[in-house]
């Protein structure tokens, strides 16, 4: 506002009075001479350096501030994804535990009633509504039927050894009697 109320303002009031012939160019010169040129242009650098100056270290802040942000992006993002790592992992173990743990439930009761002693009382457990859980109830199911064919087996078997029982008492009872015919 000073440059022009004390620099622009009265060159310019000159050159009109130049331009409306009441003065001279020499006249203008000499109102230019007196306003300091120099003077005004110096303060005019201050005043863009001082800008300048303001504006680098705006920048410099800027900067500054767009490093630690990306520090913090990066650190967080890292954590972001090391949890994520995490939670797959412990998704993958349970989603794999899900499957063995039946898995093994119905193997070992298998090589129990295979090699072991014959337990057909056991059974495998059934209670996921998945297909490891379908086949448990199968399993269980065959071997309820094994263990109600084992049962009519070992009853027919007490019947076949009451009848051959039966059947040596009467053949003893024959022989006692044919020998005391043929004497």
Not at 52 to 72: G, H, K, P, V
Not at 92 to 99: E, G, K, N, P, V
Not at 111 to 132: F, H, P
């Amino acid at each position: 506002r000073d440059w022009m109320d004390k620099f622009a303002a009265p060159l310019i009031a000159q050159r009109r009075r130049v331009d409306e012939g009441g003065a001279t160019v020499v006249q203008l010169q000499v109102v230019y001479g007196q306003t300091d040129p120099n003077a005004w242009t110096t303060a005019s650098m201050n005043v863009v350096e001082q800008a300048n100056a303001a504006i680098r270290t705006t920048l410099d802040e800027s900067m500054a501030s767009a490093a630690a942000m990306l520090s913090l992006g990066t650190m967080v993002s890292t954590v972001v994804t090391l949890l994520a790592i995490f939670l797959c992992a412990a998704i993958a173990y349970r989603t794999a535990r899900s499957i063995t743990t039946p898995l093994e439930d119905t193997v070992r009761v298998l090589r129990n009633i295979a090699e072991g002693e014959g337990d057909l009382t056991r059974r495998v457990n059934q209670t996921s509504g998945d297909e490891l859980g379908e086949m448990g109830k199968w399993v269980n199911t065959f071997i309820a039927k094994l263990e109600a064919l084992v049962g009519r087996v070992a009853r027919s078997t007490h019947v076949v050894a009451g009848s051959s029982e039966h059947l040596i008492s009467v053949s003893q009872q024959m022989g006692v009697g044919a020998e005391e015919t043929s004497m």
